[in-house]
């Protein structure tokens, strides 16, 4: 029987400081050497570990057809509050753009690109958004494509975990062997996509930074298959003791909680993809072996089970406000071009501190909010809900 209540403390804080290091990489992306280049694969590790927990949380619920409908009505309560209140403040963070005319969108944009991400849909049209530094510098962009979710570009991917969360319905009944099968197809695809995609702009290399923009959507979905089936096996995996992978190397060698964080610092701070070999690996040597190991390790210190406790509580939160409050301090701290570090850390504390305020005082309590009034006649769900980023 599944221990609903059991914590997962090492992967709360694994995923804390993923969603930091994202932060950090679109904050410092115009740094002349740019930093925190790989830390775009934090995704895929997102992608694991929700489909982990999700299959931990429910895993057992699934298996009852009149269960179906409530986990969806959950996982949509769970995920939207904080999405809408990154996406308002997207709204206003383009405005602001538009006012100091750092965007080539005119208000028709505006309104179909809120109306359409709203409703979670990803927008296919096209307009140009300045970067950090040149919301400064009043630079009209000529190509600084936004992606698919215009007003906050992160929410592309929680449209890709509301997707997985769907095929969960599915995806929990097979068997662990069905999963490999789907999950490695998945990868094929990805990387075959990936190709072609560079390819297309004519380059030799393969693309796995896919499913943010029009031009790499479709590769978005065999980006989450992979890891969302790959989350799923490990929690089958966990249930049943099967031990890692033979490929899965690094497992042998994260002996404690620190050797695994530190791991993943040094995997997102490689300074290069190796024309997508690298980030080939990582994906199928090394981030399935940092969730395999990280559900298996206990915290090494009381201090270190809160610190990862309240990075996992925080992760989803900065995850969904750290983009557009960025804009908005570049846009107006002064001299910030002249000071990008400096003016990062400034955006990368406030965007920690709001984040914690609106999940402390505006999205728990809407969430509480809106569990009571739908499920007044059940339990809450097992577990602690998925950080799902």
Request: aromatic share 12%; charged share 15%.
């Amino acid at each position: 029987m599944t221990n609903h209540n059991q914590k997962f403390e090492i992967l709360d804080g694994l995923r804390g400081i993923a969603a930091i290091s994202v932060m950090l990489m679109h904050f410092l992306q115009d740094l002349s050497i740019p930093m925190l280049q790989s830390a775009y694969l934090s995704v895929d590790i997102f992608f694991i570990i929700s489909g982990f927990i999700l299959t931990h949380s429910y895993g057992e619920k699934l298996s009852k057809e009149s269960w179906k409908v409530e986990y969806l009505k959950r996982r949509l309560i769970r995920l939207y509050p904080m999405v809408f209140i990154g996406l308002t403040i997207g709204v206003v963070s383009l405005i602001v753009m538009k006012i100091n005319e750092n965007t080539t969108l005119s208000l028709g944009n505006l309104a179909s690109a809120s109306g359409q991400n709203y409703l979670l849909i990803p927008y296919l049209g096209h307009f140009s958004v300045a970067g950090f530094v040149d919301t400064v510098n009043q630079n009209l962009p000529t190509n600084n494509d936004p992606g698919l979710f215009p007003l906050n570009p992160p929410v592309w991917s929680l449209f890709f975990e509301m997707f997985a969360s769907v095929i969960l319905i599915a995806a929990i009944r097979l068997g662990e062997q069905q999963l490999l099968r789907m999950a490695y197809a998945c990868l094929i695809a990805f990387v075959i996509y990936g190709i072609l995609i560079n390819i297309n702009d004519h380059k030799m290399a393969m693309n796995f930074n896919q499913g943010w923009s029009a031009d790499n959507f479709i590769g978005g979905f065999f980006r989450v298959g992979y890891g969302f089936s790959l989350g799923v096996i490990i929690r089958k995996m966990y249930d049943t003791k099967i031990p890692a992978k033979p490929h899965w190397f690094l497992v042998r060698f994260i002996k404690n909680d620190k050797i695994l964080f530190l791991a993943f610092l040094l995997i997102v701070a490689f300074p290069t993809s190796i024309k997508g070999t690298y980030s080939l690996a990582v994906l199928l040597f090394m981030a399935p072996a940092l969730v395999y190991r990280g559900a298996m390790l206990n915290p090494s210190e009381k201090i270190i089970a809160k610190i990862c406790s309240f990075l996992g509580w925080l992760s989803y939160p900065l995850y969904c406000v750290h983009f557009p409050i960025g804009r908005l301090v570049f846009a107006y701290i002064p001299h910030s071009d002249l000071h990008i570090v400096r003016t990062a850390m400034f955006a990368a504390c406030l965007s920690i501190a709001t984040a914690a305020l609106l999940a402390k005082f505006v999205e728990e309590p809407i969430r509480a909010h809106l569990n009571k009034r739908l499920f007044r006649k059940h339990q809450a769900a097992p577990g602690r809900p998925v950080n799902a980023a």
